[in-house]
């Protein structure tokens, strides 16, 4: 059965990275430009796994993050955080909302791909 994962991201090309990332692993894309689209999205497709951006206009990252892990239906749903905070303190706020792994951009191509694989098990 094909793996699927929810891109929820604003930036175009940091989609199209992702987009690029994810090829190889022969996944299905399912993308999202803002926290509120990615929940919809999270609800009707059941991905697997979700690269979740934490700043993005209308709902940010970490809301969506819990509204996605507070409820029954999608709370098994894997959650990379992708972001561009790279604060002290902001990799234990995403893992503190939900989100199952936390990743710092730039990303590194291997070790975001290293994780997608670990959390979809493949």
Known sequence: M?????????????RVLMRMIIKPLQ??????ENG????RL???????LVLMDLQ??????????KIIKND??????????????AMKGDREKALSAGADDYISK???IHTLTAMIRRHLGI
């Not at 996944?27 to 999202?32: G, R, Y």
């Not at 029954?72 to 905070?85: G, H, L, M, Q």
Request: with cysteine; proline share 7%; glycine share 4%.
């Open 2 to 14: 094909t793996k699927k994962i929810l891109i929820i991201e604003d930036n175009e090309q940091n």
């Open 27 to 32: 996944c299905e894309i399912l993308e999202a």
């Open 36 to 39: 509120e689209q990615g929940i």
């Open 42 to 48: 999270a609800k009707e497709q059941n991905p697997d």
């Open 56 to 65: 993005m206009p209308k709902m940010d990252g970490l809301t969506a993050t």
């Open 72 to 85: 029954p239906e999608t709370k098994d749903i894997k959650i990379i955080a992708v972001t561009s905070y």
């Open 106 to 108: 730039p990303v590194d």
